[in-house]
T-cell receptor
Framework: SQQGEEDPQALSIQEGENATMNCSYK?????LQWYRQNSGRGLVHLIL?????REKHSGRLRVTLDTSKKSSSLLITASRAADTASYFC??????????????FGQGTILTVHP | NAGVTQTPKFQVLKTGQSMTLQCAQD?????MSWYRQDPGMGLRLIHY???????DQGEVPNGYNVSRSTTEDFPLRLLSAAPSQTSVYFC??????????????FGPGTRLLVL
């Protein structure tokens, strides 16, 4: 079963606008990560937030994590046409359990119109 | 570094045929994983490995075998292909970082069509 549920499934915005994607998960986690996938390509890691962190920034990316609600959000500010891609959240199990075992959400398809 | 490489890029099989999807990484990562991606389903874990000689099942292992004889290679075998195995297959590798964190590096994927 899918650990992460992402919302919205698709998002269409104009260049310069902000894009917000949400992810909810079911079980306790070690960390939560966001990945990007351009059409027909492999996934690329964007940012990781640990379970004891509430907010993290990387360039135009801002990630928040609320472990009490088991949810996370990814904000892309001042979006560009090149940000058009699918975005996935992925959760990592607690330490002591197996590595290499991320659980991915279903993804949000972001389209940024020039 | 080439990172994670996968071959072939595209394959067409007939029902019942077998084949091996190749995956190799040159980053000396301990962990390797195989995922399949279907429309609207995100990525689902098939099998994973925490080191040479050690593999385990993921969420959807049926119909697939893996082995890890070296750190670099992690092939995925389809024993008897079925149309339900039509998908895009991604291999990933990762290394344990401080605090138990890891991020995965993905290959470009193999598109498999089973007729």
């Amino acid at each position: 079963s899918q650990q992460g549920e992402e919302d919205p499934q698709a998002l269409s915005i104009q260049e310069g606008e902000n894009a917000t994607m949400n992810c909810s998960y079911k079980t306790s986690i070690n960390n939560l990560q966001w990945y990007r996938q351009n059409s027909g390509r492999g996934l690329v890691h964007l940012i990781l937030i640990r379970s004891n962190e509430r907010e993290k920034h990387s360039g135009r990316l801002r990630v928040t994590l609320d472990t009490s609600k088991k949810s996370s959000s990814l904000l892309i500010t001042a979006s560009r046409a090149a940000d058009t891609a699918s975005y996935f959240c992925a959760t990592a199990p607690l330490p002591g359990t197996s590595y290499g075992k991320l659980t991915f959400g279903q993804g949000t398809i972001l389209t940024v119109h020039p | 570094n080439a990172g994670v490489t996968q071959t072939p890029k595209f394959q067409v099989l007939k029902t019942g045929q077998s084949m091996t999807l190749q995956c190799a990484q040159d980053m000396n990562h301990e962990y390797m994983s195989w995922y399949r991606q279907d429309p609207g389903m995100g990525l689902r874990l098939i099998h994973y490995s925490v080191g040479a000689g050690i593999t385990d099942q993921g969420e959807v292992p049926n119909g697939y075998n893996v082995s890890r004889s070296t750190t670099e290679d992690f092939p995925l075998r389809l024993l008897s292909a079925a149309p339900s195995q039509t998908s895009v297959y991604f291999c990933a590798s990762s290394r344990r970082l401080a605090g138990g964190q890891e991020t995965q590096y993905f290959g470009p994927g193999t598109r498999l069509l089973v007729l």
